[in-house]
């Protein structure tokens, strides 16, 4: 058991106060792993076993879920809506931060009005279950722009990533003071991409 931040013994010597907190502020579950996935009660269960043990963040970002990352474009049909909800309300129950993840970097223009607005939809739909916790996810994507407006306007992937972070948070910050917005980086690895992104993502990105 671990030792508690702080025990003071009160004046009247008679009693203690014992205080003590997590460690660090984030404690949870990435569902963001390759092979067999989860069922959605596997998922509902997960939060709950979450909660039984002092653990406060779930981010959503399941391979078998196609409007995360392949269909990131279109709106969840009402069937899936269904499901989501069920998760976010079953996080809510326990304490839990359901922080949905998205993962447009396989085919979106980082450049384009068009893709960002077609984004902030997706995020607004999702938001009206009641998420304020967003993750942009940037891993397994090219490491190289594709898009030859991308090509045109910057220099590097890390620019492009550094463009639409910024450009996200601010409109999430706008739309709600409580949103709040995580990012996985493309480099997350020592197998793949290189460190000169990471630095120029890091020295870039709003703080």
């Known amino acids: ?22 460690s660090f502020p984030e404690r949870g579950v990435v569902e ?26 779930y981010y959503y ?4 879920d196609p409007y995360h990352r392949k269909l990131w474009r279109d709106a969840y049909p009402p069937e899936a ?36 607005q077609v984004l902030t939809n997706k995020l607004a739909s999702v938001g009206k279950l009641g998420v304020s916790c967003f993750a942009l996810f940037l891993d397994d994507v090219p490491q190289d722009l594709q898009d030859p407006q991308d090509q045109a306007q910057f220099e590097t992937l890390a ?12 409109y999430l910050k706008q739309q709600s003071g409580v949103n709040r917005l995580t990012v996985t980086p493309t480099t997350y690895t020592n197998e793949w991409g290189n ?9 870039s990105v709003d703080p």
């Open 61 to 64: 970002a399941p391979k078998d």
């Open 81 to 116: 809506q269904q499901r989501l909800n069920e998760l976010v309300d079953a996080a809510s129950g326990n304490f839990v931060d359901f922080c949905f993840a998205i993962s447009p970097g396989l085919s979106m223009a980082y450049s384009s009005e068009l893709d960002f």
């Open 32 to 57: 963001g792993f390759y092979g067999p996935p989860w069922t959605h009660q596997d998922r509902v269960d997960i939060l709950r076993f979450e909660g039984a043990h002092g653990m406060n963040v």
């Open 159 to 170: 620019q492009a990533h550094v463009y639409l972070t910024n450009k996200l948070y601010k």
């Open 195 to 203: 460190r000169h992104y990471l630095r120029e993502l890091g020295a």
């Open 1 to 22: 058991i671990p030792h508690p931040q702080a025990v003071r013994i009160e004046r009247d010597g008679l009693s203690a106060v014992i205080v003590d907190y997590p």
